[in-house]
């Protein structure tokens, strides 16, 4: 199974809240995941970014692929 730490859309219309998770590649953006490991709120001022970066460091250790945004984000 290849994974990836990506982000998942929450929230409302024109309102987008983001959960930063692990899931399989192949599942589509909203569906189903491994783990959860943290959020990102773009819509307050400054942006919110909270995750678990031992999880991060765990995930990335046995393989797991980050999307670009959230390797932007978590830097």
Partial sequence: MATVVRLTRMGRKKRPFYR?????S???RDSGWIENIGY???MVEPE???FDAQRLAYWKSVGAKLS????QITK
């Fill in 20 to 24: 930063i998770v692990v899931t399989d």
């Fill in 26 to 28: 192949r599942k589509r």
């Fill in 40 to 42: 990102y709120n773009p």
């Fill in 48 to 50: 919110v970014i909270k």
């Fill in 68 to 71: 670009d945004r959230v390797a």
